[in-house]
């Protein structure tokens, strides 16, 4: 098929149907890999490494020692977010894609060859805590450059059901890992699990890595930034040189219509006030990004430590909202498509806020139906649904000169402060009340700032995504 995805001009080639299905597939792949990383790592920071690196601690204190790990990366990724978001902005989105997903496969295929505590001692959590920082570092752009990609690509009628592809590739992963870790705490004893068991789930990743990068060799440039009048020869130009080349167009004589309105766009850039729109994405982060810390992390160590309910009950309960949300996350895309972004963030973040007791109190029932239940409901309505939301709203939020670094740094800071720190926040909380309230506060919490959020911001939906300036 040869459709139009983005309309040609001077600067860029036609993009075609099948250039689309391979970035989607580019996408897909590429969160994929890296959630279903980071889920390999969270269900073992839950289930075994407590374990295998901290063993000279009680059981709560291991449990804390290995979430604190976890959120170690997410302070590698901010870093990531900052030094590829600034090169996808500057030499484009294609290249810096290819480089994160060999950072983050090279790092979770060596976690599964790492020696165990009792082989090394001390060096087992800092050689674990190294990789966790390169593939931290990798993961920072990774899926704000797929975000960002698939965003530029998709036809403005149909960008939220598009991008929502993205999350596709999340839920797989997430679905992935669960998948694998469920499988693993069935067939294998617990002696064969923390032998050796745990190794294969990380080991496996390599083959979704070797896939993905043979896909990403083949990509095309994303329309949107070959067609920013910022970008000359495939570079964007530094702000001082465009000031200047602004200002020599603007006093030329018999200027023609497109440079007139090349001009203004760059001075709308340049001279726009920044942080607003920052401020609205970062809060529209946190409901997502704390509710995933602490339902997809945190609560599966809960119900194995805390509860002391079977292994697999929690792991089965994520699968089986991972495999739900593959309807849940394009209805929501559909949905914001037909009726904005706005409208769908408020609802969303409302409701999860209202279930969060409820919720609460069917994990703690003790219940494996209930638990299931309320794990599966909460994943779907407030993670998969609001992450089919940021997708793209965030990337319309911000203007094409700075979108890779922006979308980057709200989706870091926003993971730093709520899904990294929220883990080890509730497993103090919850060791020193010995309650599950804290857990039911948080959640509430992180809603409503997105809520808030979605109130004070502005609706983007058919946004332009050539504009140079953000949207607020």
């Known amino acids: 098929m040869t459709e139009s995805i983005a309309p040609p001009t001077a600067k860029t080639e036609t993009r075609t149907t099948r250039d689309l299905a391979k970035v989607a597939v580019s996408g897909w792949l590429g969160t994929a890999m890296e959630f279903m990383d980071f889920q390999l790592y969270s269900l073992a920071a839950a289930i075994v490494f407590n374990k295998i690196f901290f063993p000279d601690v009680s059981p709560v204190v291991g449990l804390i020692a290995a979430m604190a790990t976890y959120g170690v990366g997410y302070v590698a990724r901010l870093v990531g977010a900052v030094y590829f978001g600034r090169m996808g902005d ?19 295929t060596l976690i599964g060859v790492l020696p165990t505590y009792a082989m090394v001692g001390i060096w087992a959590p800092i050689l674990l805590v190294a990789l966790r920082l390169i593939q931290g570092f990798g993961a920072g752009a990774e899926i704000a450059g797929a975000t960002v990609m698939l965003a530029e690509y998709a036809p ?67 329309p949107v930034f070959e067609q920013r009048e910022d970008v000359v020869d495939g570079v964007a130009l530094a702000k001082r040189d465009l000031a200047a080349e602004a200002g020599t167009a603007s006093n030329e004589a018999g200027q023609a219509k497109h440079t007139t309105q090349s001009t203004s766009t ?14 609205i994405a970062l809060g529209l982060r946190f409901g997502q990004a704390g509710n995933s810390g602490l339902i997809q992390t945190f609560l599966i160590g809960y119900l194995a430590t805390v509860l002391l309910m079977n292994k697999s009950v929690g792991t089965t309960a994520i699968m089986i909202g991972s495999i739900i949300g593959f309807a849940t996350i394009p209805l929501i895309g559909l949905l914001g498509d037909r009726f904005g972004r706005r409208p769908l963030y408020i609802i969303l973040s409302a409701l999860t806020a209202l279930f969060a007791i409820p919720m609460m109190m069917m994990v703690t029932s003790g219940n494996p139906t209930l638990v299931t239940i309320a794990v599966v409901a909460g994943l779907n309505l ?18 094409a000169r700075t979108r890779f670094t922006q979308l980057a740094l709200a989706k ?16 103090t909380l919850t060791a020193v009340t010995g309650h599950w309230w804290p857990l039911a506060a948080m959640l509430i919490g992180y809603s409503l700032i997105t809520l808030v959020a979605a109130t004070v911001g502005p609706e983007v939906r058919g946004r332009d995504m050539v504009r140079l300036e953000d949207a607020a």
């Open 90 to 108: 500057r030499i484009g989105r294609k290249k810096v894609l290819f480089i994160t997903i060999a950072l983050m496969g090279a790092s979770t």
């Open 156 to 222: 403005a009628r149909r960008r939220g059901l598009i991008s929502s592809l993205v999350c596709l590739g999340t839920n797989s992963g997430t679905l992935a890992a669960s998948a694998l870790w469920a499988i693993l705490v069935a067939v294998l004893s617990e002696d064969q699990l923390l032998t050796w068991g745990w190794r294969l789930p990380f080991l496996a990743s390599f083959l979704l890595m070797i896939f993905a990068v043979w896909i990403r060799r083949s990509l095309k440039e994303s």
């Open 266 to 279: 760059i001075e709308a850039a340049l001279h726009q006030r920044k942080g607003k729109s920052f401020l």
């Open 382 to 399: 407030g993670v998969l649904s609001l992450f089919s939301m940021e997708s793209v709203t965030m990337a319309e939020f911000f203007g």
């Open 412 to 427: 870091e800071i926003g993971g730093i402060l709520a899904t990294a720190i929220g883990p080890i926040l509730a497993a």
